[in-house]
């Protein structure tokens, strides 16, 4: 299945090895690293940092607000081509001053990991994590590639609503990339998670990466239940049960996979991609009801 967003959290744990190996700073300026990339309207690479885009403080604004669900289902996007689109528009805020969720963040933060390491992101993503923990069905799709390689469940849309259902399981991600273009199941997504928040014998992050991780900035004013880390969110169920996670949406699924701070994890998938708030919110409402029921 398509995991849409929760790439996201793939894309940032790689950047916080690259912190732990002392290779990047969650401080350094995106100019720092990639010269003269963002420049437009209120948007300067000299003023957004690493953190800003992992958390989505950088007021970069959002490519997905011009792509068509035509051209993510149909058409190979390059990501300096997605990046061209959101810098047409002007900063939507200065960086750091406010939270809002933007793709442009994490097509950002993926042309760093490549221009760090000299390699693609998606061997990054291989090499770092899928083959280290043993993931037996997720991979970053080759450029162009446009179905599921393994068996897996179909794909449908159904837009607008009272309409005939499409099956649009076969699609080009391109234009996600680094921002929502992994092929994963919900058993390895819940190995991923389980090993990501898990202590002692952490093979992916050190603690002190782990606590940068998961300090947030809240997502929504005066609401503390949402808190936005870096690649990850906190939702605080209760007092005794905080679940750290991920949603993703793309063209035929949607996906919430997450963990407590001990390791348990889960996750839940539609697919008849939601386009609604409210349906989102029931597959959020899906995982913490089994992390956090006693």
Known sequence: ?????????????????????????????????????????????????????????????????????????????????????????EAVFKPGKKWRYSNTN?????????????????????????????????????????????RHPQGYRQEPLNTPVRNVTKIDPSAAWAAGAMVS?????????????????????????????RTTVPMEEGNPRYGMGLGIMRVRVSDQCVVWGHSGGIPGYGTWAGATDDGRAASATMTLEPKTDEAVAHLEKTVTAALCRR
């Open 106 to 150: 994490y097509l950002v933060a993926g042309l760093m990991v490549e221009k760090i390491t000299g390699r693609p992101l998606a061997e990054q993503i291989d090499q770092r994590i899928i083959k280290r923990i043993g993931l037996r069905h997720t991979y970053f799709p080759a450029p162009g590639e446009t179905t599921i390689r393994e």
């Open 185 to 213: 199941t919900n058993s390895d997504l819940n190995r991923f998670f389980s090993a990501l928040l898990k202590g002692k014998g952490n093979a992916l992050l050190k603690s002190a990466q782990r606590k940068q991780m």
């Open 1 to 89: 299945m398509r995991i849409g967003s929760v790439t996201k959290t793939f894309t940032a744990v790689v950047v916080l090895q690259l912190v732990q190996e002392g290779r990047i700073s969650l401080n350094d300026t995106v100019e720092k690293h990639l010269p003269n990339l963002l420049r437009g309207k209120g948007i300067d690479g000299n003023g957004i940092t690493v953190r800003q885009l992992l958390q989505h403080t950088s007021g970069l604004p959002d490519f997905e607000d011009d792509v068509t669900d035509d051209i993510l289902e149909r058409r190979y996007l390059s990501p300096r081509d997605a990046l061209d689109i959101a810098l047409r528009h």
